[in-house]
Nanobody
Framework: QVQLVESGGGLVQPGGSLGLSCVAS????????MGWYRQAPGKQRELVAS??????NYADSVKGRFTVSRDNAKKTVYLQMNSLKPEDTAVYYC???????????????????????WGQGTQVTVSS
């Protein structure tokens, strides 16, 4: 089955840097996009950054500070976060739009199907 596993979260001081990574595994036939969302307490989940084969997209709040990159061979997406601010504190979720087979959200894709997949989330806390 498809899994997205994040790593790299933690506690960092304001102005510091942190890197996240997310590895996709399972019966994946193609990757359309990968990226990162975040959800702070009491707020809705929001897009942080995403990357396709030809394009990257960033939330205005992180432009110039965060960089998203991808290694297709490793099925891995990275998020380098610099100049972190307390308002960046959130749970960060990896997201991927994949063509895959196997279980997905209570159903089973017996033939290749394009769908969104999510990681379990990793906590990023920016505090002095």
């Amino acid at each position: 089955q498809v899994q997205l596993v994040e790593s790299g979260g933690g506690l960092v001081q304001p102005g510091g840097s942190l890197g996240l990574s997310c590895v996709a595994s399972g019966t994946i036939l193609s990757i359309f996009s990968m990226g990162w969302y975040r959800q702070a307490p009491g707020k809705q989940r929001e897009l942080v950054a995403s990357i396709t084969k030809t394009n990257t997209n960033y939330a205005d709040s992180v432009k110039g500070r965060f960089t998203v990159s991808r290694d297709n061979a490793k099925k891995t997406v990275y998020l380098q976060m610099n100049s972190l601010k307390p308002e960046d504190t959130a749970v960060y979720y990896c997201n991927a739009e994949l063509l895959a087979t196997g279980p997905h959200s209570g159903t089973w894709f017996y033939s290749p199907t394009r769908a969104d997949y999510w990681g379990q989330g990793t906590q990023v806390t920016v505090s002095s």
